[in-house]
């Protein structure tokens, strides 16, 4: 709200107070007004108080509107209303992380050398502590500031040939989960609506790989164009390679290629490990949103293009201008019982909003400019209210 809007409403109302007309309009105004005022609770900071209560103690400076709580103290109004203050506080705290990395050490051995044929089935693994693991396990992962490389260990070399292609130098794993890092370091644990951020974790594994598919890239130029520096994982790019569609030179990859990688990469994420990740990711994007409130779950589809293009830019390029356009198809991958448990959180968070939360998304609604005409009408019927001493 600018100054003069504030002035010329203050020059208006010493004229109404000049006339026996307008000090009736004020009496009816405030008549009209009390009730609703005086009953209506609502919750700010943790304090219940009455809506007169509240716009009584709102007041305009140099510095926009400011209000001033049960110890005195003067708050900035725009920041009170504004739910972005802890999502902006969280953020700068994961861009100061430094990232850690860990080298587990994994030791495989047949469980019997005699049972032929000697397959993934007949292979057993340990930790470093000896320990027999379950199952094989994941070559890497990424939990905040830290990501752990698994190296696996055999002890012969016909079985270390096998387990060669799930260690790093061929599989690239660090890579990988140091995308994940830098992912949540450019926003993809900011807020948004359930179904946006269950995409957008879902869109961080392919961007993952992604980068771990150019590393292999990478790999296969830089030795000797061996494709077993290709594993299986991206064997549509492989066998584009293969087939001459594309002849890898050096680093800089075509427009042609990069949309081809981006594509491929999605339709195999897709159809290999989506169902695997759907639990876990469903998991996660209602984590990265617990703390979110009511008006931060509200869509906001410009800031998740914001952030779908800070993660797909890899090796300098943009590789959200091909992948956008696959979004419907995670979408529809989406459950009825996905939907329905995401209502009961918004409905849980709606419920628990206090005042400035729901001015939030009044400003949301309306607009800013509408916004701040209805806090101005509300700071004036308080005032009027409390003119004529009904303010009880």
């Known amino acids: 709200m600018e100054k003069k809007t504030i002035k010329k409403l203050g020059l208006y109302t010493g004229l109404l107070l000049c006339s026996v007309s307008g000090i009736a309009l004020m009496h009816q105004t405030a008549q009209e007004n009390a009730p609703k005022f005086n009953q209506t609770k609502v919750v700010v900071e943790g304090d219940t108080l009455s809506f007169q209560d509240f716009y009584s103690n709102l007041s305009f400076g140099a510095k926009g509107w400011a209000y001033t709580n049960a110890k005195g103290e003067k708050l900035d109004f725009d920041s009170l209303c504004n739910f972005l203050h802890g999502e902006k506080a969280k953020q700068e705290e994961l861009k100061k992380l430094i990232l850690k990395k860990r080298i587990d050490t994994i030791y495989v051995s047949y469980k019997n050398k005699r049972l032929q044929p000697l397959n993934e089935t007949n292979i057993v693994y340990r930790n470093e502590y000896a320990d027999s693991l379950t199952d094989m396990p994941a070559m890497g992962k990424y939990v905040y500031d830290e990501i752990v490389i698994r190296n696996f260990k055999a002890d012969n070399p016909e079985l270390q040939k096998i387990m060669d292609v799930y260690?790093?130098?061929?599989?690239?794993?660090?890579?990988?989960?140091?995308?994940?890092?830098?992912?949540?370091?450019?926003?993809?644990?900011?807020?948004?609506?359930?179904?946006?951020?269950?995409?957008?974790?879902?869109?961080?594994?392919?961007?993952?790989?992604?980068?771990?598919?150019?590393?292999?890239?990478?790999?296969?130029?830089?030795?000797?164009?061996?494709?077993?520096?290709?594993?299986?994982?991206?064997?549509?790019?492989?066998?584009?390679?293969?087939?001459?569609?594309?002849?890898?030179?050096?680093?800089?990859?075509?427009?042609?290629?990069?949309?081809?990688?981006?594509?491929?990469?999605?339709?195999?994420?897709?159809?290999?490990?989506?169902?695997?990740?759907?639990?876990?990711?469903?998991?996660?994007?209602?984590?990265?949103?617990?703390?979110?409130?009511?008006?931060?779950?509200?869509?906001?589809?410009?800031?998740?293009?914001?952030?779908?293009?800070?993660?797909?830019?890899?090796?300098?390029?943009?590789?959200?201008?091909?992948?956008?356009k696959r979004e419907p198809e995670i979408l529809a991958k989406i459950t009825p019982d996905m939907k329905k448990k995401w209502e009961c959180l918004r409905t849980k968070k709606f419920k628990s909003m206090d005042y400035p939360q729901q001015l939030a998304c009044q400003k949301i609604a309306k607009g800013e400019e509408q916004f701040q005409k209805d806090v101005q009408k509300n700071v004036m019927k308080a005032r009027m209210i409390a003119l004529f001493g009904m303010d009880k």
Request: hydrophobic letters at 30%.
């Open 167 to 324: 260690n790093d130098s061929l599989n690239c794993t660090s890579v990988h989960e140091e995308q994940h890092f830098l992912n949540t370091q450019n926003g993809l644990r900011t807020w948004n609506s359930y179904p946006l951020k269950y995409v957008e974790c879902c869109f961080d594994e392919i961007s993952a790989n992604i980068r771990q598919c150019l590393q292999q890239r990478k790999n296969y130029i830089n030795r000797g164009k061996n494709l077993d520096c290709i594993t299986d994982r991206f064997n549509l790019y492989k066998e584009a390679i293969k087939a001459g569609k594309f002849n890898p030179k050096n680093e800089k990859f075509s427009e042609a290629e990069a949309e081809f990688i981006a594509n491929a990469v999605f339709d195999s994420w897709m159809k290999e490990k989506y169902d695997l990740y759907a639990k876990q990711l469903y998991s996660r994007s209602k984590y990265y949103l617990n703390a979110a409130p009511y008006p931060a779950i509200l869509e906001n589809k410009e800031k998740h293009n914001a952030v779908m293009k800070k993660i797909f830019t890899i090796e300098n390029y943009d590789f959200w201008k091909h992948l956008q």
